[in-house]
């Protein structure tokens, strides 16, 4: 079964750095998300991502963020400028536009990203 | 502001046991409301609902959305100890897309 995948599986860094969280969705996917959960919170949505661009972002989604989907099967999120508070779980997720599954999104494992 | 409100928190019981979860929601424009299970990582889907009264299944879970009080359950029949997970609720509305999550159950399945 088509799965979304994320890498790495876990990122340790330094505040202040940059670092870039990877995604690959489901192939026939077109819509595609980026989410945190900060231990023991809610998973909280940050952007989605349509045709190219941006179709909607969250506060959470400040200048320090970006998303970008540089070929056909790769969608990355960059931290520009680490802090501490990034510390999260991210997951990726993707959804298929047709018909009634159109708001189903499919969960990529997660990148456990440690801010030090 | 969109809110999803889960209850119990946690939920402790034993195999066998059936459970009831429960979601109530204020989301603007509703359109859908999907529940998931989280185990150790990635949310899992289970069950989208779009409609009132309308009862989702699939084995022994399952779950019906009631839109004039804003409520879904998900209930969880014959429990078995791999049924131990967190289960979030999430909802969306109009056209936007992203979900708003509720905080989760914990649910523990004793042997």
């Known amino acids: 079964e088509p799965e979304v995948t994320q890498t790495p599986s876990h990122q340790v860094t330094q505040m202040g750095q940059e670092v870039i969280l990877r995604c690959v969705p489901i192939?026939?996917?077109?819509?595609f998300y980026w989410y945190r959960q900060i231990l023991g919170q809610k998973v909280e949505f940050l952007v989605s991502?349509?045709?190219?661009?941006?179709?909607?972002k969250s506060e959470i989604f400040d200048d320090q963020f970006s998303v970008e989907r540089p070929d056909g099967s790769n969608f990355t999120l960059k931290i520009r400028s680490t802090k501490l508070e990034d510390s999260a779980m991210y997951f990726c997720?993707?959804?298929?536009?047709?018909?009634?599954?159109?708001?189903?999104?499919?969960f990529g494992p997660g990148t456990r990203l440690t801010v030090l | 502001e969109d809110k999803v409100v889960q209850s119990p928190l946690s939920l402790v019981v034993h195999e066998g046991d059936t459970v009831t979860l429960n979601c109530s929601y204020e989301?603007?424009?509703?359109?859908?409301l999907l529940w998931y299970k989280q185990e150790k990582k990635a949310p899992t889907f289970l069950f989208m609902l779009?409609?009132?009264?309308i009862e989702k299944k699939s084995g022994r879970l399952s779950s019906i959305l009631d839109k004039k009080e804003l409520f879904s359950i998900l209930n969880i029949t014959a429990t078995q100890t791999g049924d131990s997970a967190v289960y979030l609720c999430?909802?969306?509305?109009?056209?936007?897309?992203?979900?708003?999550f509720g905080s989760g159950t914990q649910l523990t399945v004793l042997p």
């Open positions: 997720a993707s959804t298929y536009l047709s018909g009634s599954s159109t708001d189903t999104q499919y």
């Open positions: 192939s026939n996917h077109l819509y």
């Open positions: 991502f349509y045709n190219n661009e941006i179709s909607e």
């Open positions: 989301v603007t424009n509703f359109r859908s």
């Open positions: 779009t409609s009132s009264g």
């Open positions: 999430a909802g969306t509305s109009g056209s936007a897309r992203q979900l708003t």
